[in-house]
């Protein structure tokens, strides 16, 4: 219920730090087109590239392919606002077809579509994270992996095929790296989490990680000039 407020409060801390020169706002997608007044206030904020409406923590499954939700995510396409996915693995099925209604948004899956690494769980993610990536207009990022492990006991090794399974899938092009911070911190520290992105694309190029960790958030986002 607050979340023009929390937009209106990022936009304030923007004045006096330029390092913010983006955001994801939070909106409430499933009031449909009743939304269209809330999404017009946030257009004000020159900040806005994406909005995000949690996903994951919906208990009812078909909560993103409800009408009112695809007629929400509609309306953003016109002014080329992106949607951030965020759900747990098992969601990803109704994501597929949240996404295959809404060829004309733009859309980034969250960490990694938050596969079950602690239990050692690959499929059906796996297969599932082909047909999203099948879609040109979905984006991922390389985030939120450490604590979807054992928060205290991970090693990079057990990351690793999540992370190249997932880079192979949607193409160096086509992924981003997100630090997840300060969430990210619940299973280690910031600089271990960058070092594990970098150890596990040791074997790309300097051109391939400068897209990976710069390039592709700022193209995704328009980060390099006004939406």
């Known amino acids: 219920p607050q979340h023009l407020k929390e937009a209106a409060w990022a936009a304030?801390?923007?004045?006096?730090?330029?390092?913010?020169?983006?955001?994801?706002?939070?909106?409430?997608l499933e009031k449909g087109r009743a939304i269209e007044p809330e999404l017009e206030e946030l257009r004000k904020n020159t900040l806005l590239r994406a909005v995000r409406r949690l996903i994951q923590t919906q208990p009812d499954p078909d909560f993103c392919i409800r009408p009112e939700f695809i007629?929400?995510?509609?309306?953003l396409a016109p002014h080329d606002i992106a949607f951030d996915i965020c759900i747990f693995h098992h969601q990803m099925p109704?994501?597929?077809?949240?996404?295959?209604?809404?060829?004309?948004?733009?859309?980034?899956?969250?960490?990694?579509?938050?596969?079950?690494?602690?239990?050692?769980?690959?499929?059906?993610?796996?297969?599932?994270?082909?047909?999203?990536?099948?879609?040109?207009?979905?984006?991922?990022?390389?985030?939120?992996?450490?604590?979807?492990?054992?928060?205290?006991?991970w090693t990079r090794e057990q990351?690793?095929?999540?992370?190249?399974?997932t880079l192979e899938t949607f193409g160096?092009?086509?992924?981003?790296?997100?630090?997840d911070w300060?969430?990210?911190?619940l299973a280690g520290t910031y600089p271990q989490w960058v070092d594990v992105v970098d150890w596990v694309t040791e074997g790309a190029s300097q051109e391939e990680k400068r897209k990976l960790f710069h390039d592709n958030a700022i193209s995704f986002y328009r980060l390099d000039g006004p939406r």
Request: aromatic content about 4%.
């Open 12 to 28: 304030n801390l923007a004045k006096s730090d330029p390092r913010l020169t983006g955001m994801v706002a939070a909106l409430p």
């Open 71 to 75: 007629e929400g995510l509609k309306l």
């Open 94 to 153: 109704n994501v597929i077809k949240m996404v295959r209604q809404c060829p004309e948004v733009r859309f980034v899956l969250d960490h990694i579509g938050k596969p079950g690494i602690k239990a050692g769980i690959f499929d059906p993610w796996r297969q599932n994270l082909k047909e999203l990536a099948a879609m040109p207009n979905v984006h991922c990022k390389i985030s939120g992996v450490t604590t979807e492990a054992d928060h205290k006991n």
């Open 159 to 165: 990351l690793k095929p999540y992370i190249l399974h």
């Open 172 to 179: 160096i092009d086509r992924c981003m790296y997100g630090g």
């Open 182 to 185: 300060h969430v990210s911190e």
